[in-house]
């Protein structure tokens, strides 16, 4: 998505530096939430402000809900066709596999500590065996990175 | 169906709120919804999955829209979504209002120092629950493998380990796919 960003609002609208849109990309990836809306809603923002942020957000949020429901439709009158079955017998392996795929180089590119391990390992056993909400896994991570920032900032001083 | 509006609203306006690294980092929370509502099953998931990686647009806000829609239909769709995007829209203003530097701040780098590891985590657990009922027939007392898919996944994933291959957009491997699933009969 950054570099249709970039040739987008860079090169030919000139609305923020690149610099500038390195910047948000990178508070759109450490906010909650999905990235082209946080990075939309920041652009926008610093353009017009707050109504500026709201129109950009929802012209990310359009083309999905109408190919996404165009999609949904089709497939509701289609589905118990026996070949539209066996297509997605097909694709339930497919998924899989991009799946896998996705939270093999995601692992790929987070695990570079000793700590990250532990953290990854930690969450990966509390997420599969214990009936702990998601957000209660999150919230944990955050407050175990924070406090392991302040002890590592102690030994400094 | 009003109060399932509401609560299509408020359970997206969550998972935009916790949904921490982007689109894949929702499906955790869309795994949950199957166990708390009955607005769509883990078979319908692996779908939603399937059509929302295949076409444009982020695969989170794809996901709700589908799931929105599989729920009440269009409104649904438009609800979930907007539910969605609602918390990025307060807290990016918020913070480009009153932060300078957020992505510096000591207190944002702990905290992304301890969730980006734990992302991976929780989303293979999710990514596990979709390959069990994907590639096994679920029954009471066992899991019956479905030779087919788990063979196509496999190779699927073998060839997105070269370079060539990564790069080939989901839509054409899901398109592959369903020619394999309808020539071989899967």
């Known amino acids: 998505m950054l570099p249709m960003l970039k040739y987008e609002l860079v090169e030919k609208r000139n609305w923020i530096s690149e610099e500038e849109l390195l910047d948000c990309y990178a508070i759109g990836q450490c906010t909650p939430g999905i990235i082209a809306v946080n990075t939309a809603t920041y652009v926008g923002y610093k353009k017009r402000g707050v109504i500026g942020g709201i129109v950009s957000t929802f012209g990310m949020i359009t083309p999905s809900l109408v190919i996404i429901t165009a999609v949904a439709v089709f497939l509701r009158a289609f589905m ?28 790929k590119k987070s695990l570079k500590s000793i700590f990250a391990y532990i953290m990854c390992a930690a969450a990966f056993i509390v997420a599969m065996f214990l009936p702990v909400p998601t957000v209660v896994i999150v919230l944990a991570a955050a407050v175990v990175g924070i406090v392991s920032e302040m002890i590592v900032r102690r030994k400094r001083t | 169906m009003i109060k399932t509006v509401l609560q299509l609203f408020w359970e997206f306006f969550k998972i935009g709120l916790f949904a921490v690294g982007g689109g894949p980092a929702t499906l955790p929370y869309l795994m949950e919804l199957t166990k708390t509502h009955d607005w769509y099953t883990m078979e319908e998931l692996t779908d939603m999955i399937a059509v929302s990686e295949s076409t444009p647009g982020p695969l989170g806000l794809n996901m709700a829209t589908y799931a929105g829609f599989k729920t009440v239909g269009l409104f649904g769709g438009v609800v979930s979504t907007l539910g969605l995007a609602l918390p990025s829209i307060i807290i990016i203003v918020l913070i480009a209002k009153f932060l300078e530097n957020f992505s510096e701040n000591f207190y944002v780098k702990g905290a992304f120092k301890g969730i980006r590891p734990t992302i991976a985590a929780i989303i293979a657990a999710s990514v596990y629950q979709v390959c069990r009922v994907s590639l096994f027939a679920v029954t009471e007392t066992a899991l019956i493998p479905q030779i087919g898919p788990i063979i196509l996944c496999i190779i699927i994933f073998i060839l997105l380990q070269f370079k060539k291959f990564s790069k080939i957009h989901p839509a054409l491997w899901f398109l592959g796919a369903m020619i394999v699933g309808v020539v071989f009969k899967l």
């Open chain 1, 80 to 107: 118990d066709n026996v070949w539209i079955k066996h297509a997605f017998m097909g694709i339930r392996g497919a998924v899989c596999a991009l799946m896998l795929n996705t939270v093999y180089t995601l692992a």
